[in-house]
């Protein structure tokens, strides 16, 4: 199993300009995430996705929109990329059960020039 | 507002040492995580708190919950260089959403 996978990991875009991040997940989990992270701090929710066909805003959601494609894929899109965008972009997906426990991918490094 | 706190931001020990990471959170939950993140990495889940009073134990690191102090600690028994990394704790909150502390940068030195 390859966990959660994302691509691609670096990205440097100019102030404006559009991207979409991939994710996907081979553990068959309803969950997933998106989180951002900047230096010195820890991670900050973006979107979640609760199942495939739903979406919701996590605490950073302006400017950036997301799209469940399947239950595997999970994607974050940014329409028009800032330079406060310049982050390290992280997926998760979440099992089920008591323990409800996530699993990162390896991250997208992002840089808004 | 939910808020995570961790304490020390940073710190530096000496192999062999003892030392305590301590989270104190703001609000009732059901779940304490811990992940460990080296630099550049992703994060990797070292442990999964569930009631008070839960303790588990991986090598020379320890975590413990306690919900009446909403408080989480994570003790270092015999510090070793590879453990060097940043630790977070993060909190299980409502829909499963974590809510992340801050960090703990944690320095070994020989």
């Known amino acids: 199993n390859a966990g959660v996978t994302q691509t691609p990991k670096f990205q440097v875009l100019k102030t404006g300009q559009s991207m979409t991040l991939q994710c996907a997940q081979d553990?068959?989990?309803?969950?997933m995430y998106w989180y951002r992270q900047d230096p010195g701090m820890g991670l900050r929710l973006i979107y979640y996705?609760?199942?495939?066909?739903?979406?919701d805003k996590g605490e950073v959601p302006n400017g950036y929109n997301v799209s469940r494609l399947n239950k595997r894929e999970f994607s974050l899109r940014l329409e028009s990329a800032a330079p406060s965008q310049t982050s390290v972009y992280f997926c998760?997906?979440?099992?089920?059960?008591?323990?409800?426990?996530?699993?990162f991918g390896p991250g997208t490094r992002l840089t808004v020039l | 507002e939910l808020k995570v706190e961790q304490n020390p931001l940073f710190l530096s020990m000496q192999e062999g040492k003892n030392y305590t990471i301590y989270c104190n959170y703001s609000?009732?939950?059901?779940?304490l995580y811990w992940y460990r993140q080296d630099p550049g990495k992703s994060l990797e889940s070292l442990f999964v708190?569930?009631?008070?009073?839960a303790v588990k134990q991986e090598g020379r690191l320890m975590a413990s919950l306690d919900t009446k102090a909403r408080l989480s600690t994570l003790h270092i028994t015999a510090a070793v260089h590879d453990l060097s990394a940043t630790y977070f704790c993060?909190?299980?909150?409502?829909?499963?959403?974590?809510?992340f502390g801050t960090g703990t940068l944690l320095a070994v030195q020989p």
């Open positions: 998760a997906s979440r099992t089920g059960g008591s323990y409800n426990e996530q699993f």
């Open positions: 553990m068959n989990h309803n969950s």
């Open positions: 996705s609760a199942s495939e066909g739903t979406t």
């Open positions: 609000t009732t939950s059901d779940r």
């Open positions: 708190l569930l009631s008070n009073g």
């Open positions: 993060a909190l299980g909150g409502a829909t499963n959403k974590l809510i």
